[in-house]
């Protein structure tokens, strides 16, 4: 297990200086750079000579790129020029962290805890009408993009019902006591639980939007893999044994069938931290998502670089924590 762990590490370090690679040629070629969005399009020749030779912009691209890693490897992405003006962009990123984490925490809940138990049923009761009712769920939730969705459910559940809050993170009048900057938990930790309260109902829209995504591809994926491993031979031999549906259920079904499930969660993360750019966005949420399309839209080089090399990083740390649940679910992994 030591050396299969090992083994994927070394492939995380490979593939994270692949991706530091193209991070930092595709930001050198976006039209203007960051000297244009520090100075302007309106500077003087000067001044933008003066900017580049600050940033180090006017040495070779080697020395550049080997900067560049260092910089990153000690948290040191610049200053923020638009999102946050003046503040240090790592700081930026852990500011809103946490209020991304929370959403993509109740998204990712959602859709396993709604997804995989469907997904059984549906396999259970292959060709009845749950099966084709869940099925037919399950593409709504693809084919609708999920800033529509953000929409619909914001309009009649906020706007015509008044039955979840509207925008934000929570209530302001609320005055809550911030510990950690998960509101949530904040209010847990000072027992504010009218605080925690406020802060749920805040993200239950955002969630159920953009679970929407994961909870298809979860049930569809969970639904396919259960129908493949109850026509598997081992199944019929443990029902020929007389042992309990429970018991073939746990020990036998779930437990393979869960496989390629474990593998697709890891690639959902990175499909809520895309989604999240558009759901924050129509529920004012101040979290990365945000912080990336304000970036965007404003030229924030500095901002961009640490979400993009943050992102890239989370991504592939949580493939290689699935990677060694897989393996530790099934030991054949361990020799590939």
């Known amino acids: 297990m030591l050396r ?3 083994r994927r590490v070394l492939q995380m370090i490979g593939v994270m200086f692949a991706l530091s690679l193209l991070i930092f040629a595709w930001l050198r070629a976006l039209p203007g750079g960051p000297v244009d969005a520090l100075l302007g399009e309106r500077a003087t020749p000067e001044r933008r000579a003066a900017l580049r030779k600050v940033l180090g912009l006017d040495q070779p691209l080697p020395v550049q790129y080997l900067k560049f890693l260092d910089n990153a ?4 992405f610049g200053v923020s020029s638009a999102v946050q003006p003046g503040t240090d962009a790592m700081q930026v990123f852990l500011t809103r962290l946490p209020a991304t984490m929370e959403l993509t925490g109740v998204a990712i809940v959602l859709a396993l805890a709604t997804g995989i138990p469907l997904g059984y049923l549906a396999a259970k009761r292959h060709g009845g009408i749950f099966d084709n009712l869940g099925v037919l769920l399950s593409l709504v939730g693809v084919a609708v993009p ?4 953000a929409f619909v459910l914001k309009q009649y559940f906020a706007v015509d019902w008044q039955l979840l809050p509207l925008n934000g993170r929570q209530n302001p009048d609320l005055n809550a006591t911030r510990v950690t900057g998960f509101f949530i938990l904040d209010g847990i930790l000072t027992r504010e639980f009218d605080a925690s309260w ?5 993200l239950i829209l955002p969630g159920v939007a953009l679970a929407t995504i994961p909870f298809a591809v979860v049930f569809r994926i969970t639904r396919a893999s259960v129908l493949d491993v109850l026509d598997e031979d081992f199944v019929r031999t443990a029902e020929a044994k007389g042992l309990t549906r429970q018991v073939i259920r746990r020990r036998h079904v779930l437990r393979n069938a869960l496989l390629p499930v474990v593998t697709t969660i ?8 895309t989604g999240a750019v558009l759901t924050e966005t129509v529920f004012s949420i ?17 901002v961009l670089q640490v979400l993009i090399v943050m992102a890239a990083t989370t991504y592939v740390v949580v493939n290689l924590l699935v990677d060694i649940a897989y393996a530790y ?3 054949r992994v361990r020799t590939r």
């Open 4 to 6: 299969y762990i090992a």
């Open 198 to 202: 406020d802060a749920f109902l805040h």
């Open 286 to 302: 101040a979290g990365l998502g945000d912080a990336m399309n304000l970036a965007f839209q404003q030229k924030d080089f500095s």
């Open 329 to 331: 679910i099934d030991p």
């Open 266 to 273: 890891g690639l959902q993360v990175g499909g809520l931290l």
């Open 73 to 76: 490897a000690h948290g040191n």
């Open 146 to 149: 999920v800033f529509f969705l």
